[in-house]
């Protein structure tokens, strides 16, 4: 076994493989960017190393960085975790020449599948199913719309070199297949540096189903179970779980005598995901899958896999680099209980879950295992006080739960997400919430298309309690402060020598601005409907009384937002700023603010054109995915702040409209 390793990534999978190594005894090596200087990935390495800027292709993506790291601190191997470098066979041979182990495929292997057209003809040499479609050379735009016309809309276009979501466009007819080409080229030669695509029959009721496997370069190969990766936004995965809702043995035999199939064809060794597409219309069917790619990584989604089946997939990795054969066969693996796991992140669900920014200024979990099997785990690459910024993907953490059996493990899944507790940045949380406790996910009936049909329900965030905004303001106001923390000057607010104290603020919770007014007496508000309504601290908590009901609401006060937290939601108030030009001109409709900060690659206006309501105007991209604004009414664009290739920051105004002038 290697006595030092360095890990070629950030964040949570950093943490998640640094938790293994420490157990075996192995030292660790972390690489940071300028951007991660202080990450929690940093300080829990034995060593760090600087490999360059914010910007992922001067820092995490420069091989020669990362191997002059693995020099200075003597590393033997490295784990190139997922994302980054970990799938990219140039950096496995630099490895291997400079006489380091890679954790991870022979560069072969991840060449193999590394172009989705070139893999899929690949399987269908080796007798796995493949999804019908085109995955041939010639990207000529109009043999490409040719082929989609044979294959039958709707289809998909995918870029060949893609993973994430990125570079995946669905179009259901014709006239909109131009577009749709032209934008997952875009994202294919942004994330991936290739604009060429693939183009499949689009499965009506598709579900996504993976199959884990393991080789040992020995000729020891095993699938571990399957994993449903059905539920999907944007073509990026949710929630995860194993195993798959519905799946028989007979169905299971077939995918994962089909995974061990791929996984022998291109002479793999560590662990992989064989992912297939299932029509899910009239259930799982050993006729009813098709190949869609091999992931020649470790998956985000590995904890269901390790939950089920006992096993520690970063440890069997790194056996398996060290040389040694894997510890078992196909026969002695079992499935235990059922296990979910849901990715919590920083994005805004009412926006399409565009990423979002921001300090975690509140970060609560419950009690749970980190990076270990247990009813609750919490796989996390951030803590309280950290920065989520626009340079990486936005992911908080990966709530994982285990339990005897389905039911029970959405039961807890949907309980632990209503107890985590997050300020300073808009999250999917409640999103998740909702999801977990949807009628058809509970019911097992899944398919990729689930979230979508379901959409406007699960982004609709339940009413704010009338309360909240009064409770907003007292703690605003100093009002609610402990008496030892209070400012002594805060407790003479509100004193006259006649008439009543009021309490009379403006706040501003996301866009819109709320007018909070009562009579004030101590900590009770005399409402203007006569309503009293009592407003007191006990501990971290405050209990508000209104006509003899009383509820406990979470409120904390930093950096002068009031922060409320409910189950699987948080709510920050805070008080007006005249001078925000963003917040004064969003809400009317005379201005295009970026939801995100982004990088603005294309620009489809002038000054002085008119636009209509639903125009095109620029396109923002953020996490390497593209994001087209629109024009919000009929207009004129009277300022163009902004120009391709400018980085924007989250609520930037980029353009305004003026009326249409009179002829």
Same mark, same amino acid.
């Given at each position: 076994?290697?006595?030092?390793?360095?890990?070629?990534?950030?964040?949570?999978?950093?943490?998640?493989?640094?938790?293994?190594?420490?157990?075996?005894?192995?030292?660790?090596?972390?690489?940071?960017?300028?951007?991660?200087?202080?990450?929690?990935?940093?300080?829990?390495?034995?060593?760090?190393?600087?490999? $360059?800027?914010?910007? !992922?292709?001067?820092?995490?993506?420069? *091989?020669? &960085?990362?191997?002059? +790291?693995? #020099?200075?601190?003597? @590393?033997?191997?490295?784990?190139?975790?997922?994302?980054?470098?970990?799938?990219?066979?140039?950096?496995?041979?630099?490895?291997?020449?400079?006489?380091?182990?890679?954790?991870?495929?022979?560069?072969?292997?991840?060449?193999?599948?590394?172009?989705?057209?070139?893999?899929?003809?690949?399987?269908?040499?080796?007798?796995?199913?493949?999804?019908?479609?085109?995955?041939?050379?010639?990207?000529?735009?109009?043999?490409?719309?040719?082929?989609?016309?044979?294959?039958?809309?709707?289809?998909?276009?995918?870029?060949?070199?893609?993973?994430?979501?990125? $570079?995946?466009?669905? !179009?259901?007819?014709?006239?909109?297949? *131009?577009? &749709?080409?032209?934008? +997952?080229? #875009?994202?294919?030669? @942004?994330?991936?540096?290739?604009?060429?695509?693939?183009?499949?029959?689009?499965?009506?009721?598709?579900?996504?189903?993976?199959?884990?496997?393991?080789?040992?370069?020995?000729?020891?190969?095993?699938?571990?179970?399957?994993?449903?990766?059905?539920?999907?936004?944007?073509?990026?995965?949710?929630?995860?779980?194993?195993?798959?809702?519905?799946?028989?043995?007979?169905?299971?035999?077939?995918?994962?005598?089909?995974?061990?199939?791929?996984?022998?064809?291109?002479?793999?060794?560590?662990?992989?995901?064989?992912?297939?597409?299932?029509?899910?219309?009239?259930g799982l069917r050993p006729d009813g899958f098709w190949f869609m790619e091999m992931n020649t990584r470790l998956q985000v989604e590995h904890p269901v896999s390790e939950a089920i089946t006992g096993l520690d997939f970063v440890e069997l990795q790194l056996r398996v680099a060290a040389g040694e054969p894997l510890p078992f066969a196909q026969g002695d693996l079992r499935i235990r209980g059922h296990a979910v796991e849901a990715r919590l992140y920083a994005e805004d669900v009412a926006k399409g879950f565009l990423p979002a920014t921001g300090r975690l200024e509140h970060l609560q979990f419950p009690p749970a295992q980190r990076f270990a099997p247990g009813p609750l785990r919490i796989d996390s690459g951030v803590e309280e006080g950290d920065e989520i910024t626009p340079w990486y993907d936005p992911m908080i953490a990966k709530v994982i739960v285990h339990g005897a059996d389905r039911p029970r493990a959405l039961a807890r899944l949907a309980e632990a997400l209503d107890q985590i507790r997050i300020g300073g940045t808009v999250t999917n949380v409640g999103f998740l919430a909702r999801l977990a406790r949807q009628a058809d996910f509970v019911a097992g009936q899944v398919d990729t298309g689930l979230i979508a049909r379901n959409a406007r329900a699960l982004a609709q965030e339940p009413d704010l309690s009338p309360d909240a905004a009064y409770v907003a303001a007292m703690a605003l106001a100093g009002l609610l402060d402990p008496p030892e923390e209070a400012d002594p000057w805060s407790q003479l607010r509100g004193f006259r020598t006649w008439g009543s104290a009021r309490l009379d603020m403006t706040l501003l919770q996301g866009a819109e601005r709320l007018s909070v007014s009562a009579e004030l007496d101590g900590t009770t508000l005399r409402l203007a409907d006569g309503t009293t309504l009592a407003i007191r601290r006990e501990g971290e908590a405050v209990l508000v009384e209104r006509g003899g009901h009383r509820r406990r609401i979470e409120v904390a006060l930093r950096e002068g937002k009031a922060t409320l937290f409910e189950p699987g939601r948080s709510v920050s108030f805070s008080l007006v700023d005249p001078l925000d030009r963003a917040s004064s001109m969003a809400g009317g409709g005379d201005a295009i603010v970026a939801p995100m900060p982004g990088l603005v690659t294309r620009v489809m206006v002038r000054a002085g054109d008119p636009v209509s309501a639903g125009d095109p105007v620029l396109v923002l991209e953020a996490m390497k995915m593209e994001n087209t604004l629109l024009a919000p009414r009929d207009g004129v664009i009277a300022e163009l702040l902004v120009a391709e290739g400018g980085q924007v920051g989250d609520g930037d105004v980029l353009a305004t409209l003026e009326e249409v002038a009179d002829a």
């Open positions: 076994m290697f006595d030092k390793l360095l890990i070629a990534n950030r964040g949570e999978i950093a943490l998640r493989v640094m938790a293994t190594a420490r157990r075996l005894g192995i030292r660790t090596v972390a690489v940071y960017s300028e951007a991660d200087h202080n990450a929690l990935h940093v300080r829990a390495a034995d060593e760090a190393v600087l490999i $360059g800027p914010a910007a !992922v292709a001067d820092s995490y993506l420069r *091989a020669d &960085a990362i191997l002059a +790291a693995a #020099r200075q601190t003597g @590393a033997e191997a490295i784990h190139p975790g997922y994302g980054f470098l970990s799938e990219n066979p140039d950096f496995v041979e630099a490895v291997e020449r400079a006489g380091l182990v890679f954790v991870g495929p022979p560069a072969q292997a991840i060449r193999a599948m590394g172009l989705k057209d070139a893999a899929k003809r690949l399987m269908e040499a080796a007798g796995v199913p493949v999804v019908p479609g085109y995955h041939g050379l010639d990207q000529d735009p109009a043999h490409l719309e040719a082929e989609a016309a044979r294959i039958g809309y709707p289809v998909l276009i995918k870029a060949r070199a893609g993973g994430g979501g990125k $570079g995946m466009r669905l !179009v259901e007819r014709p006239a909109d297949f *131009a577009a &749709a080409l032209e934008g +997952a080229r #875009r994202e294919g030669q @942004a994330s991936f540096g290739d604009p060429a695509v693939l183009i499949e029959r689009y499965v009506t009721a598709p579900r996504h189903v993976e199959m884990q496997v393991f080789a040992d370069g020995q000729g020891g190969v095993v699938h571990l179970f399957e994993r449903d990766c059905s539920l999907q936004r944007r073509h990026q995965k949710v929630i995860e779980e194993a195993p798959a809702p519905g799946m028989t043995e007979e169905v299971r035999e077939a995918m994962g005598r089909a995974a061990v199939e791929a996984a022998r064809a291109i002479g793999y060794r560590g662990a992989g995901t064989v992912e297939f597409i299932a029509d899910g219309s009239q």
